[in-house]
């Protein structure tokens, strides 16, 4: 089992930044993939971004080149830095961990970008 708990969702104008966090109740040494959806109202959820170890980070077409998605595996914790945020943004952000054959979801932060 593995508890994700997302922070660092809020409110920002377009053309700004933000950082999302997502903290994982175990060592995220064991566990292999990582990444971020998001849903907008009304919509699906989208894939945004995944780390593998071993692999190169990979993002959906929509956010490369302004998002980045990293690791810190002494805080147990993943980041998606946000940058040059447009109002297509805004959505609930999930993260999830993929772990011994299951996936697993945080509760989502919300993100909002004013135009």
């Known amino acids: 089992q593995v508890q994700l708990v997302e922070s660092g969702g809020g409110l920002v104008q377009a053309g700004g930044s933000l950082r999302l966090s997502c903290a994982a109740s175990?060592?995220?040494?064991?566990?292999?993939?990582m990444g971020w959806y998001r849903q907008a109202p009304g919509n699906q959820r989208d894939w945004v971004a995944v780390l593998t170890s071993g692999s190169n980070p990979n993002y959906a077409d929509s956010v490369k080149g302004r998002f980045t998605i990293s690791r810190d595996n002494a805080k147990n914790t993943v980041y998606l830095q946000m940058n040059s945020l447009k109002p297509d943004d805004t959505a609930l952000y999930y993260c999830?961990?993929?772990?011994?054959?299951?996936?697993?979801w945080g509760q989502g932060t919300q993100v909002t970008v004013s135009a």
């Open positions: 175990r060592s995220i040494f064991t566990i292999n993939t």
């Open positions: 999830y961990a993929v772990f011994r054959g299951g996936i697993f």
